[in-house]
């Protein structure tokens, strides 16, 4: 009965999905094709529907063709701008032809309904408008920023009296983030001074090429940091080809994986890496409990637990973690989705205390699907974490 149920849902979905994709096109074949040509129309609908479902075709032929194929890649790139454009166009034309169906019906002067149609020009100004989004929210994802945070912790931490903490997240090395975005990216670290640097998950997916993994490897060795580079599995390194061969490409690049282990720094402080749940659908593994991986840890030192998702939070309060460093939100990427997150997460973004637990969860630095962001920042998160020697 639930498998029948799923199908129905699948299929309605589906259905709507095609319903929303064709209101859309045929508003696009009002504007491009005036009169009912037939081959001109078959043609419009031919690469409208191409564009349309180009993300699926290309994750097929990336399947058929090897994830380093140049035009799967391309299709992919395609599909991905389209997400958003199809978005963004369906959250403005629904509104839009609402309110027209509505002015029609009351009783309105002619003169503003003249003014009202030549402003909305056949649905000409609203894909301008969705056009601008779109290439502002692609702009904008390239243009990551630092952001800052000081924490206290109660504890003493061997001789230190501070950290300074570079963290990083979702940066789907692929789409969005190439050889380029990478420089960028260890530039950026760099130039923070930091005395340790955590890779939080997501850090490459299934869009990532073996070239940029490779790419990768390289450019992580020039990491400049005094207590070196750590990093836990995401939900998207599973789906990115052969676990153990992704996590072989970080640390031949000197970056530490660590999967649901403690290990500690200097005599100082203790980082602890925690595999993402989605590990579980590849080996049936589940993820080993916080109390087993901190068993042997001297609670008295300062505990920083690296957890991709902002889960798990009354484990990591109950264990006395002090630092959780999370990503995985992407803070919903591009409005409206920073809603959904909202709702889905104690705390979706941003920092939250609680007694002596603390929480930092990063917006990501690149994007999933769409290489846009709208209503929020790529980000690299700077820390600086005061310990208290008394």
């Known amino acids: 009965m639930n498998n029948v149920k799923a199908v ?3 299929l309605v979905v589906l259905s709507l999905y095609i319903m929303l994709c064709y209101y859309i096109g045929a508003k696009g074949k009002n504007i491009f094709i005036k009169r009912n040509v037939k081959i001109k129309t078959k043609i419009y609908w031919s690469i409208y529907w191409f564009t349309i ?3 699926l075709i290309g994750s097929i032929l990336r399947g058929i063709l090897t994830i380093d194929n140049w035009f799967a ?3 992919l790139l395609i599909g991905a701008v389209s997400i958003a454009v199809f978005i963004y166009s369906i959250l403005l034309f629904l509104p839009v032809d609402l309110a027209i169906l509505i002015i ?3 009783r309105i002067s002619k003169s503003i309904k003249y003014k009202l149609k030549r402003l909305y020009c056949g649905g000409i100004s609203i894909f301008v408008i969705v056009f601008i989004i779109v290439g502002y929210g692609i702009w904008n994802a390239k243009n990551q920023v630092v952001t800052n945070y000081d924490v206290n912790i109660n504890k003493a931490a061997g001789q230190l009296d501070s950290l300074n903490v570079v963290m990083v997240s979702d940066v789907h090395v692929g789409i969005g983030i190439r050889e380029k975005g990478i420089d960028k990216l260890i530039n950026s670290i760099n130039e923070l001074n930091p005395d340790i640097v955590l890779f939080c998950g997501d850090m490459v997916d299934e869009s990532t090429p073996t070239k940029l993994k490779e790419y990768s490897t390289q450019a ?11 990093d836990i599995t995401g939900n998207h390194e599973y789906n990115s080809g052969d676990i153990s061969k992704t996590i072989s490409f970080f640390e031949e690049g000197n970056v530490k994986f660590l999967q649901d282990e403690a290990l500690k720094i200097n005599d100082s402080f203790y980082i602890v890496g ?6 579980k659908i590849l080996d049936g593994q589940e993820t080993k409990p ?4 901190l068993k042997d840890v001297d609670r008295s030192l300062p505990i920083i637990v690296l957890n991709h998702r902002p889960e798990r939070l009354q484990e990591a309060e109950g264990e006395k973690v002090d630092l959780q460093l999370s990503g995985h939100t992407h803070k919903g990427q591009i409005f409206p989705g920073n809603i959904i997150t909202g709702l889905l997460n104690e705390d979706d973004y941003g920092y939250m205390k609680k007694d002596d637990f603390n929480l930092i969860v990063s917006s990501g630095y ?3 699907g769409p290489p846009l962001r709208i209503g929020t920042k790529g980000e690299i998160v700077n820390i600086k974490i005061n310990f208290n020697k008394g």
Request: no cysteine.
């Open 220 to 230: 992580f060795k020039d990491i400049q940091s005094k207590y070196g580079v750590y």
């Open 290 to 293: 916080l109390s087993d991986i």
């Open 73 to 75: 890649s391309t299709v």
């Open 8 to 10: 129905v849902v699948v």
């Open 104 to 106: 029609k019906r009351i």
């Open 366 to 368: 690149g994007t999933w």
């Open 274 to 279: 925690r595999n993402d749940p989605a590990g």
């Open 53 to 55: 479902l180009s993300f």
